[in-house]
């Protein structure tokens, strides 16, 4: 079979050229550009739709996500329902995605590999069968027979839900050509390989050329794809950044696989907010949604021990109350060590310098370990305060309060700044029993029953809570 003509097309701007180079002549990106092949006659249904030349009237009538052709239409005029999304049976799901699915629409679902995210891909697509939709689930990893017993551990599959084990792209477009699902599941996108392009599945090639196709055939079709990604060695989605241009939705699948607790967050969204956190509890029938992560994350918690602190955090619209871990000792080595999980490497190392430049906390000759329980992710500045008062603690000996909370801002300084949305951070902790916050001196008034110590700085509030 003729493999067609040869270009190089710019993975970040979409930019085509006759012949590799290091750097895209369009947008200066460096070793973005990768190779695609042209069909002759057009390269079929995918490539067709995106030219505009494909005769789906009816199909994209009812899906609405079609593209328009060539002839522009009054804004005015282009349906509202055509963005409307179909809840997927998951509600953590449902919850980043503003509501679920839309017709035509393209997520790439990432995590790293073991995280689970064939399970919660799997109960997306029961979900979506259980409400009557038409669901093919293409695995390119497993067999059909792993597949079917996997559906057995989750409680079986809606008789709506195909699956077809392949990893040709071919084969995907031709079963979506003969009879459209309303929902598409590919798991993975590394292991699908288009016959028309060079390299093996997985390559960046292959990875960039076959999600083009699929998402023009989604687009075209009115069909909802997920495509399932894993998170490669040094951290990119399914390749070098390779995907995340071309899809509506970014969902990023976090935990570790050690714990229970599986983080759901949308980096992306074309189709609503994006910033929601979905919680859920990885148990042997499946993911299951937790309506109250707070009281997860702190069960286990031991009153009493130095280098224990806690913060409300606000991730997405939702409230979550974390506790931070902390541990200094005298080190042996000329350059002592710093290991940060759950909260970055660099923000530790600030706090550390503010500690000793403002608070008077000699830490430089010391080891410190830090940890957020329940393997959460911490990235706002909300937590400084906590985390700064959590390694006061450890230093020091002394613990913090059992019912108290830390929220605010640590600035170079060593000042105290406010921070978004105390009040509902607050109102958070005294849903869960905590009676004593320590707040920027600027915070507004807490909720009834809880006494705030509200300071300036960080040698105040050092010097308030764990100094001699």
């Not at 270009?7 to 085509?16: E, G, I, L, T, V």
């Not at 019912?403 to 000042?415: P, T």
Request: proline share 6%; net charge neutral; aromatic share 2%.
């Amino acid at each position: 079979m003729s493999r067609g003509h040869t270009n190089y097309a710019c993975s970040a701007c979409r930019a085509s050229f006759p012949r590799w180079s290091g750097r895209c002549g369009q947008c200066g990106e460096w070793n973005s550009l990768v190779e695609t092949a042209e069909q002759p006659g057009g390269g079929g249904l995918a490539r067709a739709a995106w030219r505009g030349g494909l005769g789906l009237g009816p199909r994209l009538g009812a899906a609405g996500c079609g593209r328009l052709g060539n002839t522009p239409v009054p804004l005015a005029a282009v349906s509202l329902e055509a963005g409307t999304p179909r809840p997927t049976g998951v509600g953590e799901l449902d919850r980043v995605l503003s509501g679920g699915l839309v017709p035509g629409s393209v997520a790439l679902l990432g995590g790293e590999p073991g995280v689970g995210k064939s399970t919660l891909a799997f109960q997306l697509a029961a979900g979506s069968g259980t409400a009557g939709l038409r669901v093919l689930v293409v695995s390119g990893e497993e067999t059909a027979a792993q597949v079917r017993r996997r559906a057995e551990r989750l409680g079986g599959a809606p008789a709506t839900v195909e699956l077809l084990a392949t990893g040709s792209l071919g084969d995907i477009v031709a079963a979506c050509e003969v009879a459209p699902p309303d929902v598409l599941v590919v798991d993975s996108i590394q292991t699908v390989a288009d016959a028309a392009l060079h390299g093996a599945p997985g390559s960046v090639g292959q990875v960039a050329g076959c999600a083009q196709r699929l998402v023009g055939l989604a687009k075209a079709l009115g069909i909802a794809t997920v495509l399932v990604g894993h998170v490669t060695k040094d951290g990119s989605l399914a390749g070098p950044r390779q995907l995340e241009h071309l899809v509506d939705t970014v969902i990023s699948f976090d935990g570790d696989r050690h714990h229970e607790l599986r983080l759901l967050s949308v980096l992306k969204h074309r189709f609503g907010t994006s910033g929601e956190l979905g919680v859920l509890s990885m148990t042997s029938g499946g993911l299951v949604g937790i309506d109250d992560p707070s009281s997860l994350l702190l069960a286990d918690r031991r009153p009493g021990v130095a280098g224990s602190s806690v913060v409300p955090l606000i991730e997405g619209r939702r409230p979550l109350l974390a506790e931070l871990q902390t541990l200094v000792a005298p080190s042996a080595l000329a350059t002592p060590r710093r290991a940060a999980q759950g909260v970055a490497s660099s923000r530790l190392a600030i706090i550390l310098a503010v500690l000793e430049q403002r608070a008077g906390f000699p830490l430089a000759r010391m080891d410190v370990f830090a940890s957020v329980v329940g393997g959460v992710r911490v990235s706002e500045p909300a937590a400084d305060l906590a985390l700064a008062l959590a390694l006061a603690s450890a230093s020091a000996g002394r613990p913090l309060g059992e019912r108290l909370v830390a929220c605010g801002e640590v600035g170079l300084g060593g000042e105290v700044r406010q921070v978004a949305q105390i009040e509902r951070r607050l109102a958070e902790a005294a849903r869960l029993g905590f009676t004593e916050a320590v707040v920027p001196a600027s915070a507004p008034k807490g909720p009834a029953g809880m006494m705030l110590r509200r300071v300036g700085s960080l040698s105040e509030a050092v010097a308030l809570l764990v100094a001699a």
